[in-house]
Nanobody, 115 residues
Framework: QVQMAESGGGIVQPGGSLRVSCSVS????????MGWFRQAPGKQREFVAQ???????KYADSVKGRFAVSRDNAKNTLYLQMNDLKPEDTGVYYC?????????WGLGTQVTVSS
């Protein structure tokens, strides 16, 4: 049973914007802090942003002021709005609980920032 399903990735030029989404099972969405993570080629997966059930957010320093995490509780969906994208934002973006539960990793969605 799929617990997380990411979507919305693509190719965008530097300075551009993109929004990725994650459909989450209701059981998980209503019980855990939700987070976004990313993995660049040749690097370890890293934390990007998180949001609590009360919409308290937290960001990695590298994305602060450019990315915004949000949630739609009616749709059990997590979003990450990414603005002013840079080449170093390239990677596969995943959603999971935070701290992450290994069994819940999905396939992710590829974001490529390139001119």
């Amino acid at each position: 049973q799929v617990q997380m399903a990411e979507s919305g990735g693509g190719i965008v030029q530097p300075g551009g914007s993109l929004r990725v989404s994650c459909s989450v099972s209701e059981y998980i969405f209503t019980r855990y802090i939700m987070g976004w993570f990313r993995q660049a080629p040749g690097k370890q997966r890293e934390f990007v942003a998180q949001i609590t059930r009360r919409n308290i957010t937290k960001y990695a320093d590298s994305v602060k002021g450019r990315f915004a995490v949000s949630r739609d509780n009616a749709k059990n969906t997590l979003y990450l709005q990414m603005n002013d994208l840079k080449p170093e934002d390239t990677g596969v973006y995943y959603c999971n609980t935070n701290p992450p539960i290994p069994a819940y990793w999905g396939l992710g969605t590829q974001v490529t920032v390139s001119s």
